[in-house]
């Protein structure tokens, strides 16, 4: 049955868990209706349809191009105002400059990059909506401040900021592609919250970013007032430094030397 309500509508890839559930909240709170994706994050996914206004979860496995292509063509099928995609699913899975792993490169390619590029060309082609339409993808600060740590990962993330602009170029005239380029949010890879307190103030204001400033951006964006094509880094400045390890291993080369 499709959906008739005047709402917005807005789809969060990874929107069960951490940044994506931060999104997914600020645009509940902000009085659209949201879709949740997901791949094994069932019962997070519950809890958080039980705090939003109007919500939804949709499962799909982002490794899988036919279900990809089947949630974008479900979506469009029962929502007449789908108004925002948000690419926020990522995987983050250590390897180095050094060696490369194969298998992690591989998943992280499909996941952050491939996948992405895949349901904005299907959300730019698919989705109805009323103006502007907007597809965001969530990167990294690293693409600008890049470091031989997590280098299928980075590798990925930069392949997926090098499809912003060419989607940008490429879509209708109601449609935006832009980007968000976070630093260090939350605890990550293998962090405590302790050490987070370090790591995450090694940029230009000493100070930890937090995820609300990644949901304002995201909301701002969806308006569509920017240039298309447009990127924004939420960072503290981190992407103006130049930093020679992750701030996970900075952070804990300081603790030692301490």
Known sequence: MADNSPLPVVL???????????????F???GWHVIIHHLSSHDEAEALLAELPSAQSV???LTDD??????????????????????????FRYDDATKLDPATNREAMQVNALSPARLTQGFLARARGSEP?????????KTANPNP??????????AAAST??????SAPEDARVYGIAPGAILASHDQDEAETEVSHRLNLLQRKTGPGEIVDAALFLAGGTLKNGSTIFIDSGQHLLSQPRDVI???REKADQA
């Open 12 to 26: 969060v890839t990874g929107g069960a868990t951490r940044i994506g559930a931060e999104i997914a909240r600020g």
């Open 28 to 30: 509940g709170d902000a």
């Open 59 to 61: 499962q799909c496995d």
């Open 66 to 91: 036919a279900a990809v292509d089947a949630m974008v063509a479900q979506l469009e099928q029962h929502h007449a105002n789908w108004r925002c995609l948000i690419n926020s699913a990522a995987v």
């Open 133 to 141: 339409r907007t597809a965001i993808q969530i990167t990294d600060m």
């Open 149 to 158: 740590d997590f280098f299928s990962y980075t590798m990925s993330k930069n």
């Open 164 to 169: 912003i602009p060419m989607l940008a170029m």
């Open 249 to 251: 291993y900075l952070a």
